[in-house]
């Protein structure tokens, strides 16, 4: 299945293979151009459809589990100061996502929005210590009916320069459901409470709506 964030593109690439197509039959009666159009063309619709694929994810619910939202591999596991929203100390979880990754992003936990920010920012690699409060993201709290909140946030990189998130404040969020997109590569934190026993390690790659990275205690 293909995420509807990829048709516009799809459609795009296409139109760009087309033209190189007539371009080199128009121009040249070279087989070897003629088949190096074609192979380019294939490479191109190829990266583009595997980008933008949209895998069917079944989340098993459960109110003490964070589930990972992305795809990736977990690349940073700290305990830091959230200055944004909850302004005190919190455990981050940061999954790096490649261009080859599913880009889909999904509700790490049930419950309800209760803050989404847009912010404006740099395009800084993805990895860089400061992409979590300079480059262009997106700030998205959870909070489930037993009073646990986790703030993520979408991160755009050098490669990623569009943020796409469905939800408002006041937004039933369901574990699993999708929340938004980031086009051709980034990162997601997720900010947990003090406490919360983490589940992954560093370098571990994780499933989007899959993988339980976190628990609640107590």
């Not at 033209?19 to 063309?41: D, E, N, R, T």
């Not at 929005?113 to 912010?119: A, D, F, M, T």
């Not at 709290?141 to 469905?166: P, S, T, W």
């Not at 006041?170 to 997720?190: E, L, P, Y």
């Amino acid at each position: 299945m293909i995420h509807k964030e990829g048709y516009p593109t799809i459609v795009l690439s296409l139109t760009f293979c087309l033209v190189i197509i007539f371009l080199s039959q128009y121009l040249s009666s070279s087989p070897l151009l003629h088949g190096l159009a074609y192979a380019l063309s294939l490479f191109l619709m190829v990266i583009v459809l595997q980008f933008f694929r949209n895998p069917g994810r079944k989340t098993i619910l459960n109110d003490n589990h964070v589930i990972a939202p992305a795809d990736g591999k977990v690349v940073v596991i700290e305990e830091v100061t959230e200055e944004e929203y909850f302004k005190d100390k919190r455990i981050q979880v940061s999954i790096f996502m490649s261009p080859l990754n599913v880009h889909v992003n999904r509700y790490p936990i049930s419950g309800f929005v209760k803050y989404v920010k847009y912010h404006a920012g740099l395009y800084l690699v993805a990895w860089h210590p400061k992409s979590s409060t300079e480059n262009e993201r997106t700030t998205i709290v959870v909070e489930n009916k037993n009073g646990k909140a986790v703030l993520f946030r979408q991160i755009a990189g050098a490669m990623a320069r569009r943020i796409v998130y469905y939800c408002k404040s006041g937004d039933a969020a369901v574990q699993g459901a999708q929340f938004g997109f980031i086009k051709f590569g980034s990162r997601v934190d997720i900010l947990l409470p003090p406490g919360t026993k983490i589940n992954v390690k560093l370098n571990e790659t994780v499933q989007g709506g899959i993988s339980t990275i976190a628990e609640f205690q107590g």
